[in-house]
């Protein structure tokens, strides 16, 4: 079994940072990808940012230029630095990922979730 453990979500003004982490521990063969999702009331969930194992990261076009992640194989975890912070993006942030828990079976696993808000 994967557990994956954020910190970092809480209330902050326009403009602002935060900074989420997510580490994974458990039974850890490899880490395919990390990244997060959030999901804000009454919206789908959607991809933010994502991590691969071949360094190649996606970014939600609303978060661009503002958000950066980034990730320390060593600890299993990664990192989401969120600056220039706007209202539209307050929600939960979940993170996600890819484990190979055996060498060619992986599965996806989900954080619990942290409440990012954005308000003056």
């Known amino acids: 079994q994967v557990h994956l453990v954020e910190s970092g979500g809480g209330l902050v003004q326009p403009g602002g940072s935060l900074r989420l982490s997510c580490a994974a521990s458990g039974s850890i063969f490899r880490v395919s990808a990390m990244g997060w999702y959030r999901q804000a009331p009454g919206k789908q969930r959607e991809l933010v940012t994502r991590l691969d194992s071949d360094d190649s990261i996606y970014y939600v076009d609303s978060v661009k230029g503002r958000f950066t992640i980034s990730r320390d194989n060593a600890k299993n975890t990664v990192h989401l630095q969120m600056n220039s912070l706007k209202p539209e993006d307050t929600a939960v942030y979940y993170c996600?990922?890819?484990?190979?828990?055996?060498?060619?079976?992986?599965?996806?696993?989900w954080g619990q979730g942290t409440q990012v808000t954005v308000s003056s």
């Open positions: 996600h990922a890819n484990i190979f828990s055996l060498p060619t079976i992986a599965y996806d696993f």
